[in-house]
């Protein structure tokens, strides 16, 4: 008995039926998961370094650099810190060991002239870095 439209009525069903795909579907999502829950408990055996001890001092990272940035009205300052022209030579020769490089970046106003530059260039010449370079600002 099908309904009203007759009882002789043979036509074909064109719905499709999405149960055994769902099920198929839910079946391959939880394979995936407990695989991968499983490749991530498998991962390669790391072993941490140890605790150092509070009475041991921490070593300061070097940095690559000594900064030497030179303002607008020609102050000088050495990694931050406010120098006079007198004592620039003699802070660089303090700062240049510490870094990696011994190297001097020297950063300046853009309206300095090229002979305040090349009076601090001088200075970490002489004060032994083994390279100067001038940084920029990209635009």
Known sequence: MRGPKGEGDD???SDIN???LCDILVVLLIIFM???QATVLQ???VSSPADTPLSQPISQPKVESVSVTIDDTNRISVSGQM???A???ARLRDEIPKTTKQQVM???HHALTLESVMQVMEAAER???KGIGIGTQLR
Do not use: S
Request: aromatic share 0%; net charge neutral; no cysteine.
């Open 11 to 13: 036509e074909v069903v």
């Open 34 to 36: 407990v695989t991968a």
């Open 83 to 85: 120098v006079d022209r």
């Open 127 to 129: 004060a032994g870095a």
């Open 43 to 45: 991962g390669p055996k």
């Open 87 to 89: 004592n620039l030579e």
């Open 106 to 108: 020297i950063r300046a």
């Open 18 to 20: 999405i149960t055994p």
